[in-house]
């Protein structure tokens, strides 16, 4: 079993849907848990970042941290084409340099 | 302007040759990390140094050896290249204070 799963999809909505992200991991050690974005043939960029559980929300996007579940979840909002990419949760035990372990990504298209 | 780079973008070689693979960021970071991202974008870390010292070391063939001339720096050297090695490689800096990486725009890798 991988410490963090999630479900690859392809994840196909209508463009102004909301979109719900998720991951469940197995390690509860793991505090820090972000969401990176990634558009095909370019690197992983951060999207979101949270500490520990509760949620946060950061324009069209929130993410939520259940650590009792062992889960987190990321909501797009009125998901627009631009939203089409590989969403790639990641998570750490301790902050600084430690290591990240990052889920396999759900691509997600946004259909106009 | 560009944060994290990579040189090459593509490599293509033969089975037994030998590669490097190197990465630069002008952000001020104080740790740098490889990642190898599979054909499934499995995002899987490999190394990481801070101010130039090996600090995470997975699970790696030692034909892989990395290297940090500086802070700023991080090169991939390969040796005896083998079909497996086939994925695109992500070079990531970051604040060792901090869970936030910046990733580069990988180098893509196909070994025949």
């Known amino acids: 079993q991988k410490e963090v799963e999630q479900d690859p999809g392809p994840l196909s909505v209508p463009e102004g849907a909301i979109v719900s992200l998720n991951c469940t991991y197995s390690?509860?050690?793991?505090?820090?848990f972000m969401w990176y974005r990634q558009y095909s043939r370019k690197g992983p960029e951060l999207l979101m970042y949270t500490y520990s559980s509760g949620n946060k929300e950061d324009g069209r996007f929130t993410a939520q941290v259940d650590k009792s579940s062992k889960y987190i979840s990321l909501f797009i909002r009125d998901s627009q084409p631009s939203d089409s990419a590989t969403y790639l949760c990641?998570?750490?035990?301790?902050?600084?340099?430690?290591?990240?372990?990052f889920g396999t990504g759900t691509k997600l298209q946004v259909i106009p | 302007d560009t944060a994290v780079s990579q040189t090459p973008k593509y490599l293509v070689t033969q089975m037994g040759n030998d590669k490097s693979i190197k990465c630069e960021q002008n952000l001020g970071h104080d740790t740098m990390y490889w990642y190898k991202q599979d054909s499934k974008k499995f995002l899987k870390i490999m190394f990481s140094y801070n101010n130039k010292e090996l600090i995470i070391n997975e699970t790696v063939p030692n034909r892989f050896s990395p290297k940090s001339p500086d802070k700023a720096h991080l090169n991939l050297h390969i040796n005896s290249l083998e079909l497996g090695d086939s994925a695109v490689y992500f070079c990531a800096s970051g604040h060792s204070g901090s869970e936030t990486q910046y990733f580069g725009p990988g180098t893509r890798l196909l070994v025949l």
């Open positions: 390690n509860s050690a793991f505090q820090y």
């Open positions: 990641a998570m750490s035990a301790s902050g600084g340099y430690q290591k990240v372990t």
